[in-house]
């Protein structure tokens, strides 16, 4: 078979499987939709962009339009997500209504928030003013978040161990994998050092409901206060400054980073006044902040390349420059990690500045700078 036919029966398999799909996802929303959401005759299905996962997306015609979720039963474990949604939900978040789920199937059928990403959004409240207003909104919500008062018995923790197995993603793909270096005995044991004292920081600090990936592709734009809130369902109970670094240190919008202080200063005071905190823990704030900064760059650095690498989603790569930048600039303000950013910057950045998607890691970012 050529290539070429190859690529024709594929995209037809596809075809079929979507339009599969599509049809099995109308016979789960004229099941179980409340009366004021109608289907009709002409009601179709529009699959939508896909997210760095295992689930996709569609866009069911009802009115108003609601979206199915599907993705393989044995990747996603839905479960899991209807517990968070309902514990977001509880707290006054806004997060998607679920109307009905297919659990053998690995099917959803969820409230649509629209399409107006905070990334999206922020190129036009730029311009109009309005970005202060967007993320206020995103920081209540988050405090909204934090305030959880304890953790439900089958909730994940945010363990010592997992943290460093996140970070261990940075020396096995992006490193080894991306880059083709080897590394050696002695760098193994700076890196090893560099992990242990990140874990170590993580894990002292107050202990809760973490969204774990808070940023501008998971916020969505909404005609209130507040945004809505998806892609939650690998929520942990862990560290208390973990969203404000996924949401203030943007891999994908860098914030003015006056801004950024002012913003994380103004939370860690009232995280205080809330009693999430204490006095020792307001002032250790900053350096908790910068060693999660450093801790989830890693780890983010790590999932880009694995997504290239293994699952064929190369755009990530163009996010990098602006992770590294934000790892090397902790490693230069925080004294126990200079040595590790000195070893990225000798021995690794030769071998980066060589990749196609590589630029210049001091500057990146700045031609999307917002706030």
Not at 224 to 234: L, M
């Amino acid at each position: 078979m050529t290539k070429g036919l190859q690529c024709k029966v594929i995209c037809m398999e596809r075809l079929a499987q979507n339009n599969q799909i599509g049809q099995d996802l109308i016979d789960l929303a004229s099941q179980y939709l409340p009366d004021n959401i109608h289907l009709s005759a002409q009601t179709s299905v529009e699959s939508l962009q896909g997210d760095a996962g295992f689930r996709c997306y569609y866009r069911i015609t009802s009115q108003p339009s609601v979206l199915g979720v599907s993705a393989p039963p044995e990747q996603e474990d839905w479960v899991s997500f209807m517990r968070v949604s309902s514990l977001l939900g509880s707290l006054g978040v806004k997060v998607p209504t679920i109307y009905a789920a297919d659990l053998q199937s690995g099917k959803l059928i969820i409230e649509d928030l629209g399409d107006s990403l905070y990334q999206d959004a922020m190129g036009d409240a730029r311009s109009a003013g309005d970005a202060d207003q967007l993320y206020q909104g995103a920081i209540q919500s988050l405090h909204k978040i934090v305030s959880c008062k304890e953790r439900p018995p089958w909730f994940p923790r945010y363990t010592a161990g997992l943290i460093r197995q996140e970070m261990e993603l940075f020396p096995f793909w992006f490193v080894k994998k991306l880059l083709g270096y080897s590394i050696d005995a002695a760098e193994s044991r700076l890196i090893n050092s560099c992990f242990s004292y990140l874990a170590g920081s993580a894990t002292e600090q107050p202990q809760v409901l973490v969204h774990r990936d808070y940023h501008c592709r998971n916020l969505l734009k909404l005609d209130s206060d507040e945004p809505g809130v998806i892609d939650f369902q690998d929520a942990v109970w862990g560290p208390i400054t973990y969203d404000l670094v996924s949401l203030s240190r943007d891999c994908y919008l860098r914030w003015e980073p006056l801004r950024v202080n002012r913003v994380r200063d103004s939370f860690a005071e009232k995280l205080f006044k809330d009693g999430l905190i204490s006095e020792q823990g307001r002032e250790k704030f900053p350096s908790w902040f910068e060693t999660m900064s450093a801790q989830r760059h890693l780890k983010v650095i790590g999932i880009f390349a694995r997504l290239a690498l293994r699952d064929d989603k190369a755009a990530y790569l163009e996010s990098i420059p602006l992770a590294l930048r934000y790892l090397l600039e902790t490693c230069e303000a925080e004294t126990e990690l200079q040595e590790f950013g000195d070893w990225i910057q000798s021995k690794l950045l030769p071998h980066i500045e060589q990749q196609r998607w590589y630029s210049n890691w001091r500057k990146a970012g700045s031609e999307v700078t917002v706030w």
